[in-house]
Structures are given as structure tokens and as C-alpha cells.
């Protein structure tokens, strides 16, 4: 599975918009790009994943640029329960995998 | 809820003894995952399940570590004559498929502290 790089740290001020970036640039063609969040002492999250468009939900939006090598998460208006580290993980299609996480960014929220 | 479920949530524990650690993941899940997270470190990929078998064990550290799955539903995680270094939260997640396109989700884990 290609190597992600993000930053380790951010802050977002509540009610904005919070733009984490991954970079992914060894990314194949049949790797989906994935993102969780962790908030301390719980399991982690599953908040979307894409192949090669774009993706929303209900909590958050996926960007991925044209070429696939970096993607942007982005939580429209951030709360104070959005505080976490964010981990975006790139995984191989088609076959049972599992899923590597790096070091991830800790995102603050602040007031 | 119908999510993952873990049981205990914490485990204390002496150097030596052996402990059993339980995964009840979302119904209907064929594929069950175990992870554990180091104090201070990422996730490690332990075991993973499909149905009642276990593909993937490329992750367990040593011969004392086991699991077995049955029914297609319940997993239990074993590890016997424990040590020091064992301790860390325990983590077990499930997918509907075992396929990339389709999520994992996790459970609140299990914390394991060995004294």
C-alpha cells in the first residue's frame, strides 16, 4: 500500500471550515484513499473514502485531485467534538486488507 | 447500537497469566480484524478473519498469541503467559465484505495492562 504524509498538527476555530491534507503521491490505480479520526480513549472512526471523485457525507467532504496524489479532508464547521487525530490511510483494491495507519494530524478545535 | 462490541474494556492483569479478549463485530459482518495500539505508537494489524478463517496472521507477535472466530460471528483474542510488553489497547473491527471498498469499523477496544 502507497505511504501517506500529513502534517502533525493543526487548529481550526470553531464554526470554520477544517482542511486536512494528505499527500499520496506513490498512489496506484486501485488504491481507494480512506479517512478515520480517533478521539482519545475510543476506537477509530470511519469518516469516508474515495477512489477518484470527489465524496461527501454527512460529516465530512473528500477531495481528491485529478493526478490522485494528495486528497483533502474537509469538516465544513468544525466543533469541539471534532477534535482528534485524523489518519488518512491508502489501500489496495480487491483484496482482503488491512489497514495501516501513520502518525496521523491532531486536529484543535478551538473556541 | 449496532456497532462493534468489546469486552472488557479494561483488563488488569499479572505477568504470566493468560487472558481472553472478546469481539462481537456488526451482524452480518463476514470479515473481523484485530489491531492493537501501543501506548504512544499507531495501530499494528494483528489478524484477520474471514468467515471463520484466518487468511492473514502475519501480524501476531509471537507464538503465544491466538485467535479463533466461530460461527462467523464472535472472535476471541488469546494471549498466553503474558508479558510486560503486551500491554496496549486491543482493538477489533469488522466489514460487511472483506474487500477494500468496503469500511472497517472499529470497536472502543479493549485496554490491557499487564503488571
Known amino acids: 500500500d502507497a505511504k501517506t504524509t500529513q502534517p502533525p498538527s493543526m487548529d481550526c476555530a470553531e464554526g470554520r471550515a477544517a482542511n486536512l491534507p494528505c499527500n499520496h503521491s506513490t498512489i496506484s490505480g486501485n488504491e481507494y484513499v480512506y479517512w478515520y479520526r480517533q478521539i482519545h480513549s475510543q476506537g477509530p472512526q470511519y469518516i469516508i473514502h474515495g477512489l477518484k471523485n470527489n465524496e461527501t457525507n454527512e460529516m465530512a467532504s473528500l477531495i481528491i485531485t485529478e493526478d490522485r496524489k494528495s486528497s483533502t479532508l474537509i469538516l465544513p464547521h468544525a466543533t469541539l467534538r471534532d477534535t482528534a487525530v485524523y489518519y488518512c490511510?491508502?489501500?489496495?483494491?480487491?483484496?482482503?486488507?488491512?489497514?495501516?495507519f501513520g502518525t496521523g494530524t491532531r486536529l484543535q478545535v478551538t473556541l | 447500537g449496532a456497532g462493534v462490541s468489546q469486552s472488557p474494556s479494561n483488563k488488569v492483569t499479572e505477568k504470566g497469566k493468560d487472558v481472553e479478549l472478546r469481539c462481537d463485530p456488526i451482524s452480518g459482518h463476514t470479515a473481523l480484524y484485530w489491531y492493537r495500539q501501543s501506548l504512544g505508537q499507531g495501530l499494528e494489524f494483528l489478524i484477520y478473519f474471514q468467515g471463520n478463517s484466518a487468511p492473514d496472521k502475519s501480524g501476531l507477535p509471537s507464538d503465544r498469541f491466538s485467535a479463533e472466530r466461530t460461527g462467523g460471528s464472535v472472535s476471541t483474542l488469546t494471549i498466553q503467559r503474558t508479558q510486560q510488553e503486551d500491554s496496549a489497547v486491543y482493538l477489533c473491527a469488522s466489514s460487511l465484505t472483506p474487500f477494500s471498498n468496503q469500511p472497517q469499523h472499529f470497536g472502543d477496544g479493549t485496554r490491557l495492562s499487564i503488571l
Open positions: 490511510i491508502v489501500r489496495n483494491t480487491g483484496t482482503a486488507s488491512k489497514l495501516t
